[in-house]
């Protein structure tokens, strides 16, 4: 899928909280502070299974 870098910012919040941001077209790791790798390998899993999704609300809510 061409088009723009679309970007996610990924969330976890508990006794141990983190932040990562990914690249959507590529799936790719752009920033991670304090999430776990494998948390960070799930997160890749979920975005590259939802990939579609998350551009096409992306788009619906930028208005592109």
């Given amino acids: 899928m061409e088009g723009p870098g679309y970007l996610v910012r990924v969330f976890f919040y508990g006794a141990l ?6 690249e959507v077209n590529h799936v790719k790791l752009i920033d991670n502070k304090g999430i776990k790798r ?3 390998s799930l997160a890749e899993s979920l975005i590259e299974e939802n990939k ?3 551009i096409a609300k992306w788009k619906e809510y ?3």
């Fill in 17 to 22: 909280s983190g932040e990562a941001k990914f």
């Fill in 38 to 40: 494998k948390d960070i």
């Fill in 52 to 54: 579609e999704i998350i």
């Fill in 62 to 64: 930028h208005g592109n």
